[in-house]
């Protein structure tokens, strides 16, 4: 019985059925399982010819697309490198001539230029590696709290490289030489 039962559920044979002599007969052999032959028996299954090699077409399409992919990537990181590699340079320019600047801030709160009778100038400085350009315009001014020297400062800061990275930064530095009595 337990034979049958497990029959039932296999092949979901009815009950009143008898069962033939020598077992029961195989899908294919009884006519009855011709979808189960197709999907499960390649040998079977008669080759479809309009779809001979689109697995290929298919596969080389996706293999161009990648490659497509692949270069745009490839081209943008080069790209990014160059942006950044410029801006580095800039960078490194920029706080170079406002180096400049600084300093010659310093030289003259310590009175280098201020009583000279030169009314133009100009000096190189090395900052950091870089070299500076400093020139300058000088002159008077009078006011209400007292006499000033003005002085309109041009930094050129140059980046280590040669031809790049030359950024130039202009000032207006005022001095007061003389305080007029009463104004403290």
Not at 16 to 36: A, D, H, N, S, V
Not at 84 to 90: A, I, K, L, W
Not at 149 to 172: H, L, N, Y
Request: glycine residues 10%; hydrophobic residues 35%.
């Amino acid at each position: 019985m337990e034979s049958k039962s497990i029959i039932k559920l296999f092949y979901k044979i009815p009950p009143y059925l008898p069962l033939p002599k020598g077992g029961i007969p195989p899908l294919w052999q009884r006519g009855e399982g011709e979808i189960f032959r197709k999907i499960c028996s390649p040998h079977d299954r008669p080759i479809d010819n309009n779809q001979k090699g689109i697995a290929l077409v298919i596969a080389l399409v996706m293999l161009l697309v990648l490659t497509l992919v692949g270069l745009s990537a490839i081209s943008m990181t080069s790209f990014e490198a160059n942006i950044s590699g410029n801006q580095r340079v800039y960078n490194l320019a920029f706080y170079t001539a406002d180096g400049g600047v600084e300093n010659f801030r310093g030289r003259v709160s310590g009175g280098e230029f201020i009583y000279s009778a030169d009314a133009t100038g100009s000096y190189e400085v090395n900052i950091g590696g870089n070299t500076c350009n400093i020139s300058y315009d000088k002159w008077a001014r009078k006011d209400a709290e007292g006499d000033f020297t003005v002085f309109k400062v041009t930094s050129e800061g140059r980046a280590p490289f040669p031809s790049t990275g030359r950024v130039t930064i202009e000032s207006i530095v005022e001095v007061l030489t003389t305080i007029t009595p009463g104004y403290n």
